[in-house]
């Protein structure tokens, strides 16, 4: 396992969810993300802090999936329970 922070990055900003009646979707998460470096030839584990409606985590997993992820995993260290 390769432990790679700063791999994925926003490249552009998008309205912060905790703070908005209306949350941004997971098309627009997809489309502020990015790979910092090329494509992904392996397994990939995604850490997230908390999961609310799993647009970032849904996203993410796309993106990486999409990059050439083998198999993606989301792991969540907390719920939000709305």
């Known amino acids: 396992m390769v432990y ?21 979707t997971q098309q627009e998460h997809l489309g502020s993300l990015a790979l910092r470096r090329g494509r992904i030839q392996r ?25 050439g992820a083998t198999d993606v995993v989301v792991a969540c260290l907390a719920v939000t329970h709305l």
């Open 4 to 24: 790679q922070p700063g791999h994925l990055i926003r490249t552009r900003p998008i309205r912060q969810s905790s703070a908005s009646v209306d949350r941004p």
């Open 43 to 67: 397994s990939v584990i995604i850490v997230d802090d908390v999961f609310s409606f799993g647009m970032v985590s849904g996203a993410t997993r796309l993106l990486a999936h999409d990059s």
